[in-house]
């Protein structure tokens, strides 16, 4: 259950508004009018509280559970402990996600500008907008309505930043164009100057990045991720693309729509994602490759080659996944016949 120091619940909920809420089916053994007061776990979740099950590996934890409600698939609804009341989803984790915003809600801005922060003159700041302690908004900049700018941020010169977005304590932008409802959590740093460099043995002549970095909206972009800007071509990051923390992306690197980047992915610069590419966690992928829609890179993999459309690879260098288990189990039994020869 969350802290309530941290977190402001904003319960209780009847079953019948959570079920409408998540769009979720009240199981026939629900009452619609039961108050639920908080969301927990399974496996601490009381008479007040709902839980959910959506990994099987929680079966126990949800045969044993004390909940009074829980969200699951019909197909498991059977295995539920007799006091607990049921909304039935084909989906329960989405449908947990739902209920628990409902809960807890991010909390309104408020807005107002700190005693402390520093505001150009020519800076435009829209409606309800809140800036930090010691945030800096530089010349030009313009703020959509309802956005939060966190302690010691900084935006500097000419930024444009859409309404409803939430921009963390410390993180700088510069060379960018946010939309809206974008999340930017803490220390990221966006529209800095991409690696670009001629080599030369008398030393690198740095090449001048001329570009920008586009940010489209309902994305987020975690902590401390840096997205350089481009050299001539722009950074793009395609609306609704979630991207996690210490991802670093270079310049002239297009993510299409709703991609997902988990946390310690590095992409070289001008490397093409199409919409929905999913990448695990610390993948690497070199420049100037094309990821086509649906891809999926497995954690760990180092891709080198062109990924079609739909195709999951995993390893490093990365193949096919099927083609890479493969050689794994082979390298295995040749491994295993190897060492029965020296017995």
Known sequence: MADPRFFANQGPHSLGRLAEICGAALAANADPEMLIADVAPLDVAGPGDISFLDNLRYLDSFRDTRAGACIVAPEHAGKAPAATRLLL?????????RVAQAFYPPPPVRAGVHSTAVIAASARLGEDVAVGPCAVVGEGVVIGARTAIGAQAVI????????????????????????????VHAGARIGQAGFGFAPNPAGHVPVPQLGRVLIGDDCRIGANTTIDRGAGPDTVIGAGTWIDNLVQIGHNVRLGERCIVVAQVGISGSTRLGNFVALGGQAGLTGHLKIGDGAQIAAQAGVMNDVSAGETVFGSPAGPIKDVFRQIAMVRRLAREGNKGND
């Open 89 to 97: 989803s084909a989906e329960p984790y989405k449908a947990y996600a």
């Open 156 to 183: 500097a010169a000419n930024v444009e930043i859409g309404g409803d977005c939430d921009i963390g304590p410390l993180a700088s932008l510069s060379h960018c164009r946010i939309g809206d409802r974008v999340t």
